[in-house]
């Protein structure tokens, strides 16, 4: 078990995976200010294995076991984590059995178009190269031979995208996020920038976190260069 899990429970677009990299450096991790060209493994280790392990739902308390002997195995005693738990509400309250893990729900009302553009542009869309092959190799374990093929073939010709790769269903309406612990505004952390210092000040006091100028200025200055490509 970990000293301190935090489980970001958001909807793909809403800047989960930064939020859980940008938690974790407060723990010392590197943060991650492009989260699909540098992923850390161990931080979105649920998600990525969800989308490849046909029991995770049924298993999940095996695997959950997993990602904690892989954390001890790195030496990593708090983390943040990504995870969609809005798929599996049922994991909350096995998640729960951790007396060390924490919940912060990415609340996006009213910025869906921003969230669901940013999901396209930066996920969807996105041309899969060389430096995304172990990825690739990753999320084709347990695909049939023809899939496997197809992806190859169209990696080869560089036109290979994480739509094809990983078939989601472009449905973006806002998701009922199960979590019931602390809740933070996607408008004071990606929109709304006077408010964030605020947010963030809360945010640390409910984690029991030390605030840390560097990295609050780490998230504006990234989350401000990401407004202006929404």
Known sequence: MTEQL???????GAGG???????????GQTLQTNLQANPNYLQKWLNSHSLT?????????????????ECTQHNIQRIAVSYHLYKYPEHVEILKKNSTVRFVRV????HQTQINNDYCRKVLNRVLGPNDFAEIKFMLQNQSQEKINHCLSMYKKNQLTYQQLVPIQRNFELKKLPSQDIEIMYEDFFVDFDRTPAAYQTLCSQLQLTPNAQLLDALIDRNKKNLQHS
């Open 6 to 12: 935090i489980v970001v429970d958001y909807q793909e």
């Open 17 to 27: 995976e930064f939020i859980a990299s940008w938690l974790s450096a407060h723990f």
């Open 53 to 69: 392990q046909p029991d995770w739902h049924s298993n999940f308390e095996k695997y959950l076991e997993k990602f904690f002997q």
């Open 107 to 110: 609340n996006c009302n009213n």
